[in-house]
């Protein structure tokens, strides 16, 4: 029993030691790697030590080892990549020089430099400090890899990378590149630029997989509906013309946007660190013509992206943004009218978003829509009352209907449709109906006669006397031209002046006074109306100082809660026991009958 315990006790010194001895190696693996990368950078002799530092630079690799190997690796083909050519160009006749062999195989490691680093990039177990350490490297590569100039093919191989892989829409690198990079215009552009090839290879992707089995096609279909996601963050993430061109910034001074032209009109650019003009013989791109390239890209970029299968979730964010953020910018907004008028015609909430960036186009941009009001007044339902953007919708649905063009019957459509919807909505609701009737009703007098319609008790044409009190509105028809709405009267304005809320009561009696009144009076705003809700309503109500209040006074103490002359007809007696007379007379009946 002692032994055993001593062997037990011996065996916590050893695992002490073999503990030591790890931190002791790896101790030595980071000395042993800073020794090979100095004898790399003091010497040509040590060029083998270089696949021996690649070998570091791996997801699996400790963090400070591949830091380490990182450094030096780094230090050692910065200077060189002006020499680096990106094939061979030896003539297979020629004995090929040595010099020549040599730079093309430190050209291959540079390759495959560039590769581990992207991916400890893309890999979800690297750590987040070594991730932003590796992602300033590759971009120090990009800025000067192409004989000093943007390379391009490098910045495309790290969207790509990070595009396909499984990180999330906003993971750390995505929003460390746009943070950080997407301040200079050159990488903007650039990306604009990969990122439309990125839509045509996952494009191809989704047509290669009509022959994949179900289980690889959900797959597949997840996989690209991440890749969407990610793609859609870097578009939005990049700044607007108008933040770039006020700091106009390059990421590479030279090669882009830079013509041999003397008549160019020379501008100083900013680099990095320091600002600095070009060559004497080059001339940089007014700020002009650099936006009008930028432009170019940024609409050939949003094209394509909005050509794929978009989720919904992405699908919606498009659809918010894009009147505001795409729009103002894009060479030719035209182009959009087949998406946004698909869009608008699907219905429900993703009608309601597109309505926004459709309207632009309307208004601005003179794209004739003949089905726009048709189909606006198909979103009419009680649903739109309570949606997210709902505030947005009334604005809009306002300003469609101020124009002095629309028809009588139209105009007449959309104010009892609305009418008959402050029936159903909540209190918030119909006071923004009240609103919209009343600017209705303002700006197109020819429907005046909708507030009080005579009631016509004459024959018809047929002899037949037509019926008092029926609605000739046809709630149901989603055609406005058929509603029959120019027939009938806005009754329901009437109803909403005896509502259980006190605002809507309120302002439905102000219009009815309003409109009592001959002289014109100014549209009501909807958007202060608009974002209402019962905590808005209760809000305002809390804050109202009332003058008078109304107190219940009897007197004397009420036996009921109803009297009789309420109810004619009707009798409300109940008996000590709680039951009703008819059924104690006829206990009493069965009682007698069965003494008898």
Not at 399 to 419: I, R, T
């Amino acid at each position: 029993m002692a032994a055993k315990d001593g062997e037990k006790l011996s065996l916590v010194p050893n695992k002490q030691k073999q503990q030591k001895k790890k931190r002791e190696k790896a101790k030595d693996n980071g000395e042993y790697l800073k020794n090979l990368g100095q004898q790399l950078l003091t010497s040509r002799a040590h060029i083998n030590n270089l696949p021996i530092l690649l070998t570091y630079i791996t997801p699996n690799s400790p963090p400070q080892h591949a830091l380490e190997s990182l450094l030096s690796l780094q230090s050692f083909f910065t200077p060189l990549l002006p020499q680096l050519s990106s094939s061979s160009a030896n003539s297979a006749n020629q004995e090929p020089d040595p010099e020549i062999v040599y730079l093309t195989w430190l050209r291959s490691k540079f390759d495959d430099f560039v590769r581990c680093l992207v991916d400890i990039l893309v890999s979800p177990q690297s750590e987040d400090a070594l991730r932003e350490i590796v992602l300033d490297a590759v971009m120090e590569f990009v800025k000067v890899g192409n004989a000093g100039k943007f390379h391009s093919a490098i910045y495309h191989k790290l969207l790509r990378a990070i595009i396909h892989s499984e990180l999330g829409a906003e993971d750390i690198v995505l929003v460390l590149l746009a943070s950080k990079y997407f301040t200079y215009i050159d990488v903007c552009y650039f990306t604009y630029i990969s990122l439309e090839k990125l839509v045509r290879t996952l494009e191809a992707k989704e047509d290669g997989n009509a022959s994949l089995d179900a289980e690889k096609k959900i797959q597949s279909k997840t996989s690209m509906e991440l890749s969407i996601q990610k793609m859609k963050f870097l578009l939005s993430r990049i700044p607007q013309l108008e933040a770039l061109e006020e700091n106009l910034q390059m990421w590479n001074g030279l090669g882009l946007f830079v013509e041999k032209d003397n008549k160019q009109e020379t501008i100083a650019v900013k680099d990095k660190n320091t600002k600095k003009s070009q060559k004497s013989g080059d001339k940089v791109l007014s700020s002009r013509s650099i936006a009008k390239k930028l432009k170019l890209k940024l609409t050939k970029a949003w094209l394509s992206f909005l050509r794929l299968p978009l989720p919904l979730s992405v699908y919606k964010e498009v659809l918010v943004a894009l009147h505001q953020s795409v729009i103002p910018y894009i060479s030719n907004p035209i182009m959009l009218c087949d998406f946004l008028t698909q869009s608008y015609d699907i219905g429900g909430v993703v009608s309601v978003m597109a309505l926004s960036s459709l309207y632009v186009l309307m208004t601005q941009h003179g794209l004739e829509y003949p089905n726009f009001y048709d189909k606006l007044y198909a979103l009419l339902e009680p649903a739109i009352f309570i949606a997210k953007h709902r505030a947005k919708f009334f604005q809009l649905l306002d300003a469609s209907l101020k124009s002095s063009l629309l028809p009588a019957y139209l105009a007449a459509a959309f104010c009892k449709k609305l009418s008959r919807l402050a029936l159903f909505v909540p209190p918030s609701g119909a006071i923004v109906i009240v609103a919209l009737v009343n600017n209705l009703l303002q700006k197109h007098p020819s429907i005046s006669c909708l507030v009080h319609q005579e009631r016509d008790t004459g024959e018809t044409l047929i002899g037949e006397k037509r019926k008092q009190g029926i609605d000739h509105f046809k709630n149901e028809e989603m055609d406005p031209k058929k509603t029959n709405a120019i027939r009938s009267s806005l009754w329901e304005m009437d109803t909403l002046r005896h509502h259980y809320c006190a605002p809507v009561s309120r302002f439905a009696v102000s219009l009815a006074n309003d409109l009592a009144v001959s002289a014109r009076v100014p549209e009501i705003s909807v958007i202060d109306l608009s974002s209402g809700s019962y905590g808005t309503i209760f809000n305002d109500e809390m804050k109202r100082r009332v003058k008078q209040v109304s107190v219940a006074f009897y007197n004397a103490t009420p036996t009921s809660l109803f009297s009789e002359s309420d109810f004619p007809g009707w009798e409300f007696k109940f008996t000590a026991n709680g039951s009703e007379p008819h059924e104690e007379s006829a206990k009493r009946q069965r009682t007698v009958g069965v003494e008898a």
